[in-house]
């Protein structure tokens, strides 16, 4: 059954404008000499040395890209930006929009694990230009020449003359939805899906995020460590600053995995701080950081965490609140939340002012597709305390942000009342206008449905007192002997199980075989723990017992690998769909 749309909040000043880039040129107008991004640069210093650019400053950057792109593409053509996180992603993003061509959020060809994802982009979205900057100049002109393209087609966006002293002027006719911007999927397949977003699209989730999170100009900061090429990354830490006029604080992604503290540094520096990141995240930030640097922290003004992922792990929320309550961090700060790229990227989010909600349900009756409480759902927050035999928690995402959702059979794509487990489908002004060059796989992602335009999101959910629960990807769901297993059920108990298992870096997948599915994991072994064959397969037999007795299910094959060796996603998520692929590969 549909979902009501949650009651919005009063939104902030919105400007009447339809595109980011004329949004920033009233930004300039308006609020011209105050700081817009702050980049904090930790490859020279280690607490990272700031740059401040205002928004009049960002708006002449972006004028730069713009006057000299425009008369080298035509309408329609795509041009790809391939710098590393800074201000100058922002300019060249920015650039290409107000120059009226399609954007295409990217990343230099660093490192070679992300070559056939990126050969694949550009195979696909065929981009008429190259932007990135001098530093990375050279790297992704070889890559361009490797893939067929020529490198005069490359351009550093920070050795562009300035525009002459000209204000560069908006496209007379551009339409609300016209595309934006093409918004890549994160998986490790070799053909990616790039998400047409709309103008309309775009502007329509930022302020269902802005209302959601209570950003407001001169009130709120957003701080932000995910890549800009990421959904969420671009959406929180660019387009919604300026939708919002809102001041931004920016890192690069490894700066984080080096020290995770400088994140929380960043949210400390800065009161006010909205940040969003996925599960793991909060649970690697809090093993991360010691108690030294957790006596300087100041958290008590943090404003919203959002934590989007699927699904939500209430274990990293438990340990991020208890790592960082001295600090002063407002338990009601922690927001849950769900949201995929073809959506923008934000659909709910749970209620402000109230703490994360963990629903403790029957696990054999939800791999039946039945929501079933186990215990009195009143005052049900997330706690230290492990869950019963047969329990499955699950973290409420809370109500759709201004658009409806809906629980569908994925079989017969039929609405399925509350407490029912399903297909999760989105509508609204958010949801994408399909995927690039793919016209079968957008009419059956993006359907019709009498008067609504559904997206169907290919993850499984149920609603709860009308709040949604995600329980995992349809793709990613395990079938052993014919009852349904949910992955990461099965990866958390196999953390458990030995201390030889790093935390949030297993992989459970199923491969098909004579006699069926079959369980298999991927796991990195804990650091310090060096490859032993006894030691090993002392790991192995610990997580096969778990397994056994907490799941009832055999475990076909498990493999152990260094830290940082299990594939993961571009937003540093788990890629089950990876690691299976990696496990066949070698298998073969």
């Given amino acids: 059954m549909p979902v009501r749309r949650a009651e919005p909040t009063p939104t902030s000043e919105f400007l009447p404008a339809h595109t980011l880039s004329a949004l920033l040129r009233r930004c300039a107008d308006r609020r011209g000499d105050e700081p817009a991004v702050t980049y904090l640069d930790h490859s020279r210093v280690r607490d990272g040395a700031a740059t401040t650019v205002t928004w009049s400053e960002l708006d002449e950057r972006v004028d730069a890209v713009a006057a000299w792109i425009r008369p080298r593409a035509a309408a329609g053509d795509r041009v790809a930006v391939m710098c590393a996180q800074s201000v100058d ?72 003359p300035a525009a002459a002293g000209e204000r560069i002027a908006e496209p007379d006719r551009t339409d609300p939805d016209d595309i934006a911007y093409l918004q890549y999927t994160s998986g490790s397949t070799r053909a990616p899906a790039g998400v047409m977003v709309s103008h309309r699209n775009v502007l329509a989730n930022c302020r269902q995020a802005i209302d959601t999170f209570g950003m407001r100009p001169g009130h709120t900061v957003n701080v932000s460590w995910l890549p800009l090429f990421h959904d969420m990354g671009l959406v929180i830490g660019l387009a919604c600053p300026v939708v919002s006029q809102t001041r931004s604080v920016l890192m690069d992604p490894e700066a984080f995995l080096a020290d995770p503290t400088r994140w929380l540094r960043a949210m400390s520096a800065n009161p006010g701080a909205i940040t969003a990141a996925p599960s793991f995240a909060y649970g690697y930030a809090a093993t991360r950081v010691g108690e030294d640097d957790r006596a300087l922290l100041n958290l008590d003004h943090v404003v919203a965490l959002i934590d989007g992922s699927e699904p939500v792990l ?19 700060a922690h927001r849950p939340a769900y949201g995929l790229a073809e959506a923008t990227v934000l659909v709910s989010a749970s209620p402000a002012g109230e703490e994360p909600r963990v629903i403790r349900l029957d696990r054999d009756a939800l791999a039946a597709g039945h929501a079933v409480r186990t ?29 409806r959702i809906r629980i569908t059979d994925p079989a017969t794509a039929q609405p399925l009342p509350e407490g029912r487990v399903g297909e999760v489908w989105v509508s609204g002004e958010n949801v994408g206008l399909g995927y690039w060059g793919r016209p079968q796989e957008t ?25 949604l629960c995600v329980t995992g990807r349809i793709k990613d769901l395990v079938v052993l002997d014919g009852r349904n297993h949910y992955p990461q059920d099965m990866e958390i108990t196999a953390e458990q199980a030995h201390p030889g298992v790093r935390r949030h870096a297993v992989a459970a997948f199923g491969i098909p075989t004579d006699d069926g599915e079959r369980l298999v994991l991927l796991a990195e072994r804990a650091r310090g723990v060096e490859p032993d064959t006894a030691h090993d397969s002392e790991i192995i037999a610990a997580v096969r017992t778990a397994l056994s007795d907490v799941h009832g299910v055999g475990l076909h094959a498990m493999v152990l690998l260094g830290p940082g060796e299990v594939p993961r996603t571009s937003s540093g998520k788990i890629s089950r769909s990876g690691s299976r692929a990696l496990f066949l590969r070698n298998a073969s």
């Fill in 89 to 160: 992603y922002l300019a060249s993003f920015l650039g290409v929009l107000r120059a009226g061509l399609i954007a295409v959020p990217l990343f230099p060809p660093g490192d070679t694990r992300q070559w056939p994802r990126l050969s694949g982009v550009l195979a696909d979205c065929a981009p008429t230009l190259l932007l990135t900057t001098w530093r990375e100049v050279h790297a992704v002109q070889k890559f361009a020449v490797a893939e067929g393209l020529s490198e005069g087609r490359v351009v550093a966006v920070d050795a562009l």
């Fill in 443 to 467: 009419a059956a992602v993006f359907v019709q449905d009498g008067e609504s335009r559904w997206l169907r999101t290919g993850d499984l959910g149920v609603l709860v007192d009308g709040h």
């Fill in 375 to 403: 215990a009195d759902p009143r005052g049900e927050t997330p706690t230290g305390a492990p869950d019963g035999p047969g329990v499955t928690a699950l973290v409420d995402c809370g109500p759709p942000a201004d658009q």
């Fill in 314 to 332: 209430p274990a990293n929320i438990e340990l991020f609140r208890a790592a960082f309550a001295d600090c002063g961090l407002p338990a009601r």
